[in-house]
T-cell receptor
Framework: AQSVTQLGSHVSVSEGALVLLRCNYS??????LFWYVQYPNQGLQLLLKYTTGATLVKGINGFEAEFKKSETSFHLTKPSAHMSDAAEYFC???????????FGKGTKLSVKP | GAGVSQTPSNKVTEKGKYVELRCDPI?????LYWYRQSLGQGPEFLIY????????DSGLPNDRFFAVRPEGSVSTLKIQRTERGDSAVYLC?????????????FGQGTRLTVV
């Protein structure tokens, strides 16, 4: 079965600093990988996804992630954090062909002024 | 509608009672998913509908949980004899065809509290 591990339940950065949120997955087949963001009292919103092709994926709000098969990783980065980036971030992998997502436990990002 | 709508947004019920949670997916989306998000955890898959039929209900925790989608649009998640451990946010998502390459859109969830 596929699974997702997010290292660090809480990450705190200063405004303008690099954001790095870590995600490792296990999958016996080529994975489809996703990052979702959840703002307080809002639904999950897709940030970016990797399906096939280019391993560096760009998403909304300046975020990007790189699929590294050799490391089974899909870490999320943003060069310069904004206060508005404070939210909870979930890494996920698709299980099977029917689109249901397997999520990690999430990483809460705090941004200090 | 413009997005996935879930009602109610909050539900408080007494232990042992029956509850129904409603999901109104994006119009035209054939795939519908229910997830449960407990405090401090990521969402966990419950059930997947393709049209009117439950294509995968392997995530339902036990037979107290049941979901229907009789006309292939609105879905209702039903929980019998609620327990305090059922307290969580129940999320609904829909996608155009359920394929792994189509985006799933999530509702804001129903926060269920069993007291």
């Amino acid at each position: 079965a596929q699974s997702v591990t997010q290292l660090g339940s809480h990450v705190s950065v200063s405004e303008g600093a690099l954001v790095l949120l870590r995600c490792n997955y296990s999958s016996s087949v080529p994975p489809y990988l996703f990052w979702y963001v959840q703002y307080p009292n809002q639904g999950l919103q897709l940030l970016l996804k990797y399906t096939t092709g280019a391993t560096l994926v760009k998403g909304i709000n300046g975020f990007e992630a790189e699929f590294k098969k050799s490391e089974t990783s899909f870490h999320l980065t943003k060069p310069s954090a904004h206060m508005s980036d404070a939210a909870e971030y979930f890494c996920a992998v698709i299980e099977g062909s029917q689109g249901n997502l397997i999520f990690g436990k999430g990483t809460k990002l705090s941004v200090k002024p | 509608g413009a997005g996935v709508s879930q009602t109610p947004s909050n539900k408080v019920t007494e232990k042992g009672k029956y509850v129904e949670l409603r999901c109104d997916p994006i119009s035209g989306h054939t795939a519908l998913y229910w997830y449960r998000q407990s405090l401090g955890q990521g969402p966990e898959f419950l059930i997947y509908f393709q049209g009117t039929g439950a294509a995968d209900d392997s995530g339902l925790p036990n037979d107290r949980f049941f979901a229907v989608r009789p006309e292939g649009s609105v879905s209702t998640l039903k929980i019998q004899r609620t327990e305090r451990g059922d307290s969580a946010v129940y999320l609904c998502a829909s996608s155009l065809d359920g394929g792994p390459n189509t985006e799933a859109f999530f509702g804001q969830g129903t926060r269920l509290t069993v007291v």
